[in-house]
């Protein structure tokens, strides 16, 4: 059983990540304002700001592994307050690396896809990042001290989307399939950028690959996406069809036709519509294609990611079958 700490336990992937490796783990989830009460794991409150509070944290727990998931992650917020999103970005995370006690033996820290421009997208690890906005340019600063780091570092690049953790007082942030999907389930119209594209991952999936990246102890540089490229509004489609049809789901005579006709009918609620990006107003400008090409990551640990259908599909499934956080 090995002993893991990971940052941002009370956030999207941290919690998640938290739930399936506390099966097998033993885990500490950090967290800074939302106390994460998740099965099997040992809650620890500290601010990356405070880099003695780290040091003495870190040096009780002695960590072997180390999933630095904590960020600002708000791309607007950053935008508004640059000394912020720096200071928990990159000085946080400069903390983190210097309070590991020697008993750490790997360090993971999760980027963004938005460390690219997004004008080409498809992007391999071998691609110049070049980001648009300071919630890119600090997550890129704290790769570049990860890489510098005498403990064995990986840096895995995604993004994803799952169930949100909720309750315990806190406020909850949804991810924007969650709030999609509320909207669709209450017959609202949804609108959808045709033009911007990525390659999401379920939370729950990337938490397997981030497993497995610690057990086989790789290191380095590696992205982590869905095999196919994906529109916000070719995603949201499907994600109506998925509840259109699921709708009707077991009904008798019939069921196939009516659930045909209520997916069609859930998917005309996706409004498509050109992103434009415009910057300022408190709004930060935005990447339009920053699809990731997984191919190395897939080729090492010897599997495919899957696509966005298996995603949405999976994703709903967590939910019919009871899954801990859904909605
Ligand atoms: N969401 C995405 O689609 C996406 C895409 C690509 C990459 N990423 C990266 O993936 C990682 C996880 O993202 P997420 O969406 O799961 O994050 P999230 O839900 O926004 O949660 C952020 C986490 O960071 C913690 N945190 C923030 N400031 C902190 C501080 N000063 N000290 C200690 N903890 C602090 C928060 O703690 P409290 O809640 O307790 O305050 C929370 O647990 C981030 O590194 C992000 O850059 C996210």
Known sequence: MTRILITGASGLLGSNLAIEWSKTDEIYGLFLNNRPELPRVVPAACDLLDAEGLRRLLGEVRPEVVVHAAAMTSVDACENDPAAAWAV?????????????????????????????????????????????????TKLDGERLIMGSPIPWTIVRTSFFGWSPGGGGRTVRRCFMEQSLASLESWNTVTAWTNR???????????????????????????????????????????????????????????????????????????????????????????????????????????????????????????????????
């Open 89 to 137: 970005n990159v000085q946080g995370t400069s903390n983190l690396m210097q309070a590991c006690p020697p008993a750490t033996r790997h360090l993971i820290y999760i980027s963004t896809d938005y460390v690219f421009s997004g004008l080409r997208g498809h992007y391999t690890e071998a691609d110049a990042p070049s980001p648009v906005n300071v919630y890119g340019r």
């Open 197 to 327: 594209f990525s390659t999401p991952l379920l939370v729950n999936n990337l938490a397997q690959v981030l497993m497995e990246i610690a057990r086989l102890g790789l290191t380095g540089l590696w992205h982590a996406g869905s095999e196919q490229r994906v529109s916000n509004w070719q995603l949201l489609r499907y994600l109506a069809k998925c509840v259109g049809g699921g709708a009707q789901g077991g009904a008798a005579e019939g069921a196939a036709t009516a659930a045909a006709a209520t997916a069609s009918a859930a998917v005309d609620l996706v409004k498509g519509a050109a992103f434009q990006s415009q910057p300022g107003l408190g709004r930060a400008e935005r990447p339009f294609d920053t699809s990731l090409c997984s191919y190395r990551l897939q080729a090492a640990l010897g599997r495919g990611f899957g696509d966005y259908r298996q995603a949405v599909q999976r994703w709903l499934d967590l939910r019919n079958n009871g899954y801990l956080f859904a909605v």
